[in-house]
């Protein structure tokens, strides 16, 4: 099994990257139901102030290549759009359990 953590930095006010926080979440959320290798997600908004990154995500997909899938499937490059202009920067860590 494979964990693929992965941490976004958005820009703009508070307001505008809460906002497009909550879209990509929402996105995030219906992925395992649309991507067969894809055996969860979890994600979450940061929810203290004095830290710089805003959302953070885990997904558990059984294969180093399954992350790969995942990464390319339609439903995840759609999800991925949501947040393309806001992005800031991205922080990943891919990991055998």
């Not at 490059?77 to 949501?82: D, S």
């Amino acid at each position: 099994m494979v964990k693929h953590i992965v941490m976004f930095k958005l820009q703009g006010s508070d307001e505008a990257r809460r906002e497009v926080a909550l879209r990509f979440k929402a996105a995030l959320d219906k992925l395992p139901s649309q991507i067969d290798v894809l055996q969860s997600i979890e994600t979450a908004l940061n929810e203290n102030p004095d830290e710089d990154w805003d959302i953070v995500l885990t997904a558990i997909v059984p294969t180093m290549a399954d992350v790969a899938t995942y990464a390319k499937h339609p439903a995840h490059v759609a999800a991925a759009a949501i947040i393309k202009d806001a992005k800031q920067a991205r922080a990943c860590v891919d990991y055998t359990c």
